[in-house]
């Protein structure tokens, strides 16, 4: 991005966290979904996260192809901003939800990186569904999220999150009750035409970045040593 580009992202931001000020009372909501027979069985994951008093947004990349690699037009991007996520995901066929409530989230920045990760062509290692709900609820202030390592199917990574399960998703009650005022419908039509935003943990040099590939690292080496473990015992025998 150019410096005239992040000037105006920047600028951006701040007039849109203005009119988008989510309540610091617990109430703001972020969640992964996942649909467990995706991908020929390997799983696939989606997003969801309270945007404000009244709207929540939902989406995922779907691929629909199934090819290893697609361009951002033929990757299946969806997103929506909705009461309640519960019926998009219902609909595509999305088994469960894990959701943790935050006292601060930050639904402008997330929404930002749901547009960046928009403009990315998939790709099945390293740009993949996982990637993608990672960066967006980390963006949000989802904290202690498992890193998105290529060792993770993305039903397991979705196992391990730290968060409440809700199972069947098709009937988790989840709806925003605000009322849409002028100013919450302001945010959303901004919301809409957000620029697209690169988290620091993804640009190549940055402490965030540097701190990321170390957790992947070391994502892998743990996976790395779990597989041995089974061979190394049976040897003893």
């Known amino acids: 991005m150019s410096a005239i580009g992040a000037w105006l992202g920047a600028l951006w ?5 203005w009119f988008t000020r989510p309540p610091g009372d617990g109430s703001m909501r972020g969640a992964a979904f996942v649909r467990y027979a995706g991908a020929d069985g390997l799983g696939h994951v989606g997003w969801a996260f309270d945007y404000d008093a009244a709207d929540v947004n939902a989406g995922a990349v779907e691929n629909p192809s199934g090819a290893a690699k697609s361009d951002p037009a033929d990757m299946g991007y969806w997103d ?3 009461p309640s996520p519960i019926p998009a995901m219902a609909e595509k066929g999305y088994n469960a939800l894990k959701y943790v409530n935050l006292k601060r989230a930050d639904p402008v920045s997330a929404y930002r990186v749901a547009r960046w990760v928009a403009t990315l062509p998939y790709e099945v290692i390293g740009r993949n569904c996982l990637d993608d709900v990672y960066d967006i609820l980390r963006a949000y202030g989802v904290s202690n999220l498992p890193v998105p390592s290529q060792d993770f199917l993305p039903d397991v990574w979705f196992d391990q ?6 199972q069947p998703a098709a009937t988790f ?3 925003r009750t605000g009322a849409r005022s002028p100013r919450i419908r302001v945010g959303l039509a901004m919301a809409k035409v957000a620029p697209p935003k690169m988290p620091s943990w993804r640009r190549v040099g940055n402490p965030d970045w540097r701190d990321f ?3 992947l690292e ?8 779990a597989a041995v473990q089974p061979s190394s015992e ?4």
């Open 13 to 17: 931001e701040f007039i849109a966290r």
């Open 80 to 82: 929506v901003f909705v």
């Open 161 to 166: 999150l730290s968060a409440t399960l809700a």
């Open 173 to 175: 009650v989840w709806s």
């Open 213 to 215: 590939q170390s957790q």
């Open 218 to 225: 070391s994502a892998h080496r743990a996976h790395a040593a």
């Open 234 to 237: 049976a040897s003893k025998e």
